[in-house]
């Protein structure tokens, strides 16, 4: 198994402790924001190239649902998830056993399959009470309307809108005028949000909820 020639290092032992704490599924980002406190001088980089080969190696598990921020999971063994469409939270759920032999050859196109992966999506329980709390409609969640959103960040996000594919900062501080360092702090801000991800490092793209606001 290629997690056991993996080195583990003093920072990968870190971030693995700090993951195993976790309740969740937390992002690079969350997970960098617990590490940097026993590890001050990390970069945010050091935890994502960390956790991408520890994930590679099988140590950790990473969740990729589309058009959102990857998410990592300490536990390695056969599981599915469940994913709320509004907070973000993801959990993990119990299924019966699944394998290929449930795939029927017609469908598989030619695949020899050796394994499936269930996600459900919907309101987890928190996000159903804060919708009955006000009546059954759209819930006050102030991350997700466009009065909290700023100039910036607007600009931002129509400028990510029009790319075809992930761009790096420096291009969208020239297709938003915004300056560099603007550009990064609200690159951070949206991808908390849930409005912008980041398929590969450094690079960023606009989700699905994000089209949706700027819509």
């Known amino acids: 198994m290629m997690h056991n020639k993996l080195r583990m290092t003093h920072q990968r032992e870190i971030i693995l402790q700090e993951l195993q704490g976790c309740a969740g599924h937390p992002s690079a980002d969350e997970l960098y924001e ?7 001088r ?8 960390n956790l991408e080969i520890l994930s590679e190696a099988g140590t950790i598990g990473k969740i990729e649902i589309s058009g959102r921020q990857k ?14 469409v509004r ?7 119990k299924l019966a056993g699944c394998s290929g032999e449930s795939l029927r050859p017609e469908s598989a196109k030619g695949y020899r399959i050796s394994g ?6 919907g ?36 400028a990510l809108a029009e790319q075809q594919e992930a761009c790096g900062s420096k291009d969208l501080a020239a297709a938003s005028g915004l300056a560099a360092k603007e550009v990064s702090s609200q690159l951070a801000v949206l991808k908390k949000k849930g409005l912008i991800a ?18």
């Open 116 to 121: 499936c992966r269930i996600e459900f999506t």
């Open 87 to 93: 907070c973000h939270r993801i959990d993990n759920i």
């Open 71 to 84: 998410r990592f999971d300490w536990d390695v063994h056969h599981h599915d998830h469940i994913y709320c």
């Open 42 to 49: 990390i970069s945010l980089a050091t935890v994502y190239r």
């Open 198 to 215: 980041s398929p590969v490092r450094c690079r960023y793209a606009i989700t699905g909820e994000g089209k949706k606001i700027i819509a």
């Open 123 to 158: 309101l987890c329980p928190e996000c159903q009470k804060k919708r009955e709390a006000t009546g059954g409609t759209e819930m006050g969640c102030k991350k997700c309307t466009t009065d909290t959103l700023t100039e910036a960040q607007r600009r931002l996000l129509k």
């Open 34 to 40: 617990r590490v940097k406190k026993k590890l001050p």
